[in-house]
């Protein structure tokens, strides 16, 4: 790398000889550098605070702190940590080298000062210096891509889930709609015939509503709608378990891995459930309050056969329910 590229780099040169200082000095201005001169460690480590200089080159053998001590107090404190520090000494021991490094040093010079040498290190670790900050940058650019990336995944993932749900979920009653009840049924048809289970299907129909919309309007008669859909689903306990708005005022109950006694039990526990909200309606021929006629089937498919059939058959089972005066369960098998 050309020294040009380190025209606004600041050496920070520590040295209690005025000979060796005042050299170091004048070669390193003439090669385009800004140079800092320290005389002892109390007044580098000042200087070092003040010009945050981007290299320090540190003599180890100096009156007061020795360049050790200096080195310690440097990269203990957090605005001169990071800086590097190139010691200069005429002690060539082991030991001696071992111990900087273990300060924190990133070089050592052995004196007498050659200048080529002590250019080409300075150039060398700014040089290192310069390529650890890149990587650091680009290291943080890319966390924040990551992370954006991370954001906009999130928020993908939320509006497909919020897309997801309006293309299954009835606005008005907040349970499944009808394209879900028929994928759901499709699942659970094919599910039960490979192991053998019962599955079994509740039709719930409101009874009279349209007289109770007659009435009460229809903003009332939604919220009645609304009302009745989450009693049913109060019910359904079971994950597996789906509730749907089948149609205008039905509503329809998967049950999978459910024979005829458990269906019957969860259809009039969904009769209580929904007499328990006291709908009060004054049309209705058979109560005073809000009631539903429910058509209950249950089958253990087999193979090659449709979902149509349960549908059917409950079908069927909600109309006896009316045929024989509404407010209550009726049970029809499956004809196979």
């Known amino acids: 790398m050309n020294i040009e590229n380190f025209a606004d780099v600041t050496v920070l040169i520590v040295d209690d000889s005025p000979v060796s200082l005042e050299e170091i000095f004048q070669f390193l201005s003439n090669a385009g550098f800004k140079v800092v001169m320290a005389a002892d460690g109390e007044s580098a480590i000042a200087k070092a605070q003040d010009t945050n200089p981007d290299i320090i080159v540190l003599d180890i053998i100096m009156p007061g702190i020795d360049g050790f001590e200096t080195c310690r107090r440097l990269k203990a404190n957090p605005l001169t940590q990071d800086i590097p520090i190139i010691f200069m000494t005429a002690l060539s021991q082991t030991s001696v ?121 229809h903003q009332a008669g939604d919220r009645c709608l609304y009302q009745v859909a989450q009693a049913i689903k109060r019910v359904i306990k079971r994950p597996a378990d789906l509730v749907a708005r089948y149609g205008g ?14 269906a019957m039990m969860v259809a009039q526990l969904i009769r209580s459930s929904v007499r328990e909200l006291a709908l009060i309606h004054p049309e209705s021929p058979i109560s005073d309050y809000v009631t539903l006629s429910v058509g209950v089937t249950s089958t253990v498919p087999l193979r090659d056969s449709s979902p149509d059939i349960l549908v059917a058959a409950a079908d069927l089972a909600v109309y006896q329910a009316k045929e024989l005066g509404r407010d209550r369960a009726v049970f029809l098998p499956v004809k196979k």
């Open 97 to 217: 080298v071992v111990k900087g490094f273990q300060l924190g040093a990133v070089d050592f010079i052995i004196k007498p000062i050659h200048q080529e040498i002590i250019l080409a290190r300075i150039i060398s670790h700014l040089t290192i210096q310069k390529l650890q900050h890149s990587l650091q940058e680009q290291n943080l650019k890319l966390q924040r891509e990551i992370q954006q990336r991370q954001k906009a995944e999130a928020a993908l993932v939320k509006a497909n889930m919020q897309l997801k749900n309006l293309a299954t979920s009835d606005s008005l009653t907040q349970v499944a709609n009808r394209r879900r009840f028929d994928e759901y049924l499709e699942q659970a048809w094919g599910i039960s015939i490979r192991e053998a289970w019962f599955i079994s299907l509740l039709m719930c129909d409101v009874d009279f509503f349209k007289r109770y919309n007659d009435n009460w309007g």
């Open 249 to 262: 005022e039905e509503f329809a109950v998967i049950l999978p891995h459910t024979p005829e006694e458990g």
